[in-house]
T-cell receptor
Framework: GAVVSQHPSRVICKSGTSVKIECRSLDFQATTMFWYRQFPKQSLMLMATSNEGSKATYEQGVEKDKFLINHASLTLSTLTVTSAHPEDSSFYIC????????????FGQGTRLTVV | RKEVEQDPGPFNVPEGATVAFNCTYSNSASQSFFWYRQDCRKEPKLLMSVYSSGNEDGRFTAQLNRASQYISLLIRDSKLSDSATYLCVVDRNNAGNMLTFGGGTRLMVKP
């Protein structure tokens, strides 16, 4: 099946620093990727939709200046958490749809971010 | 009211048992429905899509009731490896770009 690779799988950073998370579609092109956040014992919450070659679409309540998304190619989207704070500690997961009309979302392995 | 609601569980069942989960959704315009499985600290993986006519895949049966706006997942002959969190996912259109996740139902299958 299609593979979406997310890196790093785990990161610990100091408060105030920035962290970049990469999401790659390995064997297909993804014009659209999605970034989710999942707090412990909660469901995935969509943060933003990443569109190749254009600006990301953010969900209500998600700060676009804090969570920078870049989708420069058809196989790579990055999420940068800027000036991270302990409350940003969470599990971040990306997903991509396969094909123009694909409805199955393939997820990356997730990134567990801990801000200390 | 949450857009997609699930009983968080946990459901503790013995091996071999049959267990059923329900999920309700609030947006009557929702088009596509899925069950995903998520293991602890891992990414969700598609278990099965849910069709209006109901569908079965081995020990798993999914059903959709549009009139009552709920989706169900039935697992027969539970295995230890079925222990996971099951996420009900609703897509508001058929393009896959408006997925809303339920909070998940945790299943624990005991020996």
């Amino acid at each position: 099946g299609a593979v979406v690779s997310q890196h790093p799988s785990r990161v610990i950073c100091k408060s105030g620093t920035s962290v970049k998370i990469e999401c790659r579609s390995l064997d297909f092109q993804a014009t659209t990727m999605f970034w989710y956040r999942q707090f412990p014992k909660q469901s995935l919450m969509l943060m933003a939709t990443s569109n190749e070659g254009s600006k990301a679409t953010y969900e209500q309540g998600v700060e676009k200046d804090k969570f920078l998304i870049n989708h420069a190619s058809l196989t790579l989207s990055t999420l940068t958490v800027t000036s991270a704070h302990p409350e940003d500690s969470s599990f971040y997961i990306c997903s991509a749809l396969m094909g123009q009309w694909g409805t199955e979302a393939f997820f990356g392995q997730g990134t567990r971010l801990t801000v200390v | 009211r949450k857009e997609v609601e699930q009983d968080p569980g946990p459901f503790n069942v013995p091996e071999g048992a049959t267990v059923a989960f329900n999920c309700t959704y609030s947006n009557s315009a929702s088009q596509s429905f899925f069950w995903y499985r998520q293991d602890c600290r891992k990414e969700p993986k598609l278990l099965m899509s849910v069709y209006s006519s109901g569908n079965e895949d081995g020990r798993f049966t999914a059903q959709l009731n549009r009139a009552s706006q709920y989706i169900s997942l039935l697992i027969r002959d539970s295995k230890l490896s079925d222990s996971a969190t099951y996420l009900c996912v609703v897509d508001r259109n058929n393009a896959g770009n408006m997925l809303t996740f339920g909070g998940g139902t945790r299943l624990m299958v005991k020996p």
